[in-house]
């Protein structure tokens, strides 16, 4: 029975078995709750009741009776024994909740690296060894014009700083005897730290997944420590419209996204110099890229227009501020560089790829591939012509909307192999299976085409003994509860084959019309490069053989791992490499699909399997 808000007006969850205990408001649902106590509920559909990941059992205390919503995703027996969707289940009382694991977002294999790409040695900060005599009676010049006659150049000696960088200078230049370095930018003294001391910079992709960061070297452009960490926001919505509606829908809801990212960006700076070993002065730089919808968030710029047809950005040029204007540790007068982006869904880790992939220095026809929840494809031509488009893939490829998906955490499925009489699979850190990611949902569908298991349209041809009726329709079996330890089977479902041919479709439409727009045979495509983490486990053959791609005959594929902090890297260390940011920014040609004449027609046939369909 329901207790009245007047009775209970502050109610306590306790998260079983995490054993996190909070004081909540009456009314609240439990994955606000879950929210508010740090812990990280999965939840692709951003909190409205569609996805059904966020299932929790209620132990004991009072809750709002079911929805609609979860008596469409829940059977009667989940509902007879307490289990209920944390978005769609209000507080009453007090409440003892149990946490599946399978309700929490899990350590996810994070895709950090990338193929090195060369960039000229030219930061835009310089440090210079400061030596000058200390204040006294017979030299009370300022501190800061003390600093400045001590600089090596005159040019510099007009130098400025601010006033957070004139306290610092204050107090570091008697700790150390006035014994320091000085870290300038143009003619802006940006800090000091001790003498000797090297300046680094931090190069960051914020994705819609996870964050990588980089530590460089800013006078040698050696990388010193790498690290990343999801990003929180993922509680909010797994897709980045999940996260703009609720910036929109919620008051503040925009700031609390922006601090999340923000905490963590701190939270990697700490473990980066850490493991450097050099200290947070020394950090007098950091470039940062992501998706459009990623940056206006962190940045806080206006969104709604962005989360709306015609998906404008608010801006699509570079971002240069003051890292501690938005609450990051670094140097006091450091700042942050957020590289262009080109449209609402071509953003500034799209023109990290390109520059990355030296995909505007072309001679031949080259496709840049980066896929995820949205996908971008360039198509770059000889003398630097570039074409651009941005395909809405969704979600399925991070294992969202696929009924035993998952991240690449331990225990994801990640590669199938059929035989006659078995499956063979391959998990993420070898461990007992659990779910699939992407890479294994690709491999699974393309091993049930090849074995004529699925047909041409993707429907399942029942006679398989794998191949049972489920409860929403056929479904393959892929794992057997009998190797679970009594956790309900592994199965790919009618509706899981419906997902990836969606996304299929869509990247399949973006290549033919791209292909098409620019008059470019898929014969003169002489490179393709996948980027990204998810592009980085895909087995090309399976890719290929549903039909994801076209057949580039003289292609040479190349998968180039985390494309996006690559590029971040060259602009960080490299004024050349943020003109050519710039340029690719400017130059790039942007199709916009959703209007072309060719793609329904183009998205239908690329959501069939077989590849003579394409004829």
Known sequence: MSKSSDIFSTCQVDFEPIGKRI????????????????????????GVGRCGQCRISILSGSVSAPTAEEQMLLTETDMRNGVRLACQTRVQSHLKVQVPSSSLITT????????????????????????????SLHDSRSDLERLRAALPQKSEQEANADPAVIRQISSLARAHEWHITAFLKNTEIIGVASCGSRPVGVAVDVGTTKIAASLLDLETGEELAVVGALNPQISYGEDVISRLAYALRVSEGGHSLAVMVRDTLNNLLAELTERAGVSRDQVTEVCLVGNTAMTHLFLELPVSQLSRSPYVAATDAAVTLKARDLGLMTAPGAYIHVLPCIRGFIGADHVAMILAAQLDHTDLAAVGIDIGTNTEIVLAQPEGMLTSVSCASGPAFEGAHISDGMRAAAGAIEAVTLTETSVQLKTVENAPPIGLCGSGMIDSVAE???????????RFERQ????????????????????????????????????????????????????????????EVSEVIIAGAFGSFLNIQNILHIGMFPDFPHAHYRQVGNAALTGAKGALISCQARKRAWQIARQTRYLELTTHPQFKRRFALGMLFSGKEYA
């Open 448 to 458: 049930l085409h090849r074995w004529g298991i699925i047909n041409s349209h993707g």
């Open 23 to 46: 004081a909540v408001a009456f009314g609240v649902t439990v994955l606000e709750a879950a929210q508010q106590a740090g812990l990280s509920l999965a939840s692709a559909c951003g």
């Open 108 to 135: 996810q294999r994070l895709q950090l690296s990338g193929d090195s790409a060369a960039f000229t040695l030219d930061p835009v900060v310089r440090a210079y060894k400061v030596e000058a005599p200390s204040p």
């Open 464 to 523: 398989h003994p794998r191949v049972r009726e489920g409860r929403h329709g056929p479904e393959f079996l892929l794992v057997s509860d009998d190797h679970r330890n009594g956790r309900r089977d592994v199965v790919i479902t009618q509706q899981d084959i419906n997902q990836i041919q969606l996304a299929k479709g869509a990247i399949r439409a973006g290549l033919d019309i791209l292909l098409e727009a620019t008059n470019t045979t898929s014969e």
